[in-house]
């Protein structure tokens, strides 16, 4: 497993823009997909995006599709997400995970695929 800890997140008023950090430490984070999940106030965690290990495969739920932009850099063990134009219904814990593959476009939308979780970060949009 790996270990993440996810930063960047914050208050900002409807429109604006966000970008969290996962960092990884731990086993080789080039050979897991990451994906981001979010929780808002009595509501179940739902999946955002995530990225295959190679970089080059990406899905997003409809929501944020156009608005939000899952990226990664393995030299540096970190998955980004870009937020833009954020709404006040984007207002979350958002929490990053990591599942082990085999295969380099390979990524997981379901959280029973991710073993390994870090501690969420706190996104607030005001409107």
């Known amino acids: 497993q790996v270990q993440l800890v996810e930063t960047g997140g914050g208050l900002v008023q409807t429109g604006g823009s966000l970008r969290l950090s996962c960092a990884a430490s731990?086993?080789?984070?080039?050979?897991?997909?990451i994906g981001w999940f979010r929780q808002a106030p009595g509501k179940e965690s739902e999946f955002v995006a995530a990225i295959s290990w190679s970089g080059s495969s990406t899905y997003y739920v409809d929501s944020v599709k156009g608005r939000f932009t899952i990226s990664r850099d393995n030299v540096k063990n970190t998955v980004y997400l870009q937020m833009n134009s954020l709404k006040p219904e984007d207002t979350a814990v958002y929490s990053c995970?990591?599942?082990?593959?085999?295969?380099?476009?390979?990524?997981?939308?379901?959280?029973?695929?991710?073993?390994?979780w870090g501690q969420g970060t706190q996104v607030t949009v005001s409107s």
């Open positions: 731990g086993r080789t984070f080039s050979m897991y997909a």
């Open positions: 995970a990591a599942g082990p593959t085999l295969h380099r476009n390979s990524y997981y939308s379901t959280k029973d695929d991710y073993n390994s």
